[in-house]
């Protein structure tokens, strides 16, 4: 059996190779570097990638021979610390003990003068939240290129949920600029790509929809004025999309052209949306625009919610749990819409039993009126 020498993560490796063999096979069953993995073996997934000269190559059709001598990158050899963001995604046990925002301070404070990591990490943190909510490419309520339409933030209830997301969105952007003129000099450019860009385009394209929803609502409540206001204010948007994108692209002297897209893969939710003329008085409204009250108050109830007369509590406010066999429920503090999910087991090792469950309010006249009752919360 013949041998050869592969250089691979910086060291020369002299290894048997059978003729014909895969680069793939040769890593895993030969060199014990399984990190490449085999997935469809036809150079179609993705799975088997490996950088070839600085180049990603499919290893599983790649026959080891060839590249004999030439340098070789995996996955492993990706840092010696293992801090790469392509590691960590493969060490999933070791990363669930870290939060989000713990994760997101230590990586601002490398990339980053320290004194500005905290801030950074809340300003990300805030808005992973924002967009675990609704992402930006399916503010449309759309499929993945169809059916764009209203969105479901609803400006006629529970205290007006557009203009909640567009003050949201609106702080973002207000801390964003901050950062950006408290950035010196030397990281202002790696600022706008990692952290400025993306965060004020995500604002900029939730603001496109929610504006134009306004108009629609302002239509219907024959206000001409505020529609024409609306309507500025959603092209006002999306030209700011535009903007920041040709900014991005001319970063460097141009050395980032063609990156970013401000319309990725031509998918129709990123186009300008219609916005209602004054004179769509009876345009009809989305059924989810349904007049409701003001989000419930109550003492001692927190994270209770009410929609379309149902009452729910975020699973995170339970005040009785039951754990099953060899499992315990935990509180994954940044996920989720009110801020938290629960989960059963570990990563890895999901279960499906056990429940947890909160005391409830009943409801007379008045909010938390009454008794309060047990409800489960099916997880």
């Known amino acids: 059996m013949p041998s050869i020498t592969l250089i691979v993560n910086g060291a020369e490796h002299k290894t048997e190779c059978v003729s014909g063999e895969s680069l793939l096979s040769v890593l895993r069953n030969r060199l014990g570097l399984t990190g490449t993995k085999y ?9 088997c990638t490996v950088l070839l000269r600085g180049k990603a190559t499919r290893s599983c059709r790649t026959p080891a021979e060839s590249v004999a001598g030439q340098k070789i990158v995996t996955i492993e050899g990706l840092s010696k610390n293992n801090d790469h963001p392509l590691q960590l995604a493969w060490n999933e046990p070791e990363m669930a003990r870290v939060s989000q925002k713990d994760f997101l301070r230590q990586w601002a404070a490398e990339q980053f003068p320290s004194t500005l990591g905290l801030r950074i990490a809340t300003l990300w943190d805030e808005a992973y939240r924002l967009n ?19 969105t479901e933030f ?13 003050e949201q969105w609106n702080r973002l952007n207000e801390e964003a600029e901050s950062l950006k003129r408290a950035m010196p000099e030397n990281y202002r450019n790696v600022f706008f790509e990692l952290v400025y860009y993306p965060v004020e385009a995500a604002a900029e394209q939730n603001a496109k929809f929610l504006w134009a929803d306004r108009s629609y609502r302002d239509a219907g409540q024959d ?24 900014t991005y692209n001319s970063l460097d002297g141009g050395k980032w052209d063609g990156m970013m897209s401000a319309h990725p893969r031509e998918r129709h939710v990123f186009d300008m949306p219609a916005t ?25 109830a927190k994270g209770i919610r009410e929609w379309n007369k149902t009452v729910s509590v975020n699973a995170t406010h339970f005040t009785r749990k039951q754990d099953d ?30 429940w947890v469950g909160a005391a409830i309010p009943s409801f007379g006249r008045k909010p938390c009126a009454g008794r309060c009752v047990r409800a489960a919360v099916a997880i």
């Open 39 to 47: 997935g469809c073996g036809e150079g179609q997934c993705g799975a």
């Open 132 to 150: 675990f909510v609704r992402k930006p490419e399916l503010m449309g309520f759309n499929g993945y290129d169809d059916d764009v339409k209203r």
């Open 154 to 166: 609803n400006p006629l209830a529970w205290g007006d949920q557009n203009r909640t997301r567009l």
């Open 223 to 246: 206000k001409k004025n505020a529609v024409g206001h609306d309507a500025v204010k959603a092209r006002a948007a999306y030209d700011r999309i535009q903007a920041l994108t040709r």
């Open 276 to 300: 209602a003329g004054a004179d769509m008085a009876k345009a009809p409204l989305p059924k989810a625009w349904r007049k409701g009250g003001g989000a419930l108050r109550c003492d001692g």
């Open 325 to 354: 066999n060899g499992a315990m429920w935990r509180v994954l503090p940044e996920l989720g819409v009110d801020g938290g999910s629960m989960v059963l087991g570990r990563p890895g090792l999901m279960k499906s039993a056990g």
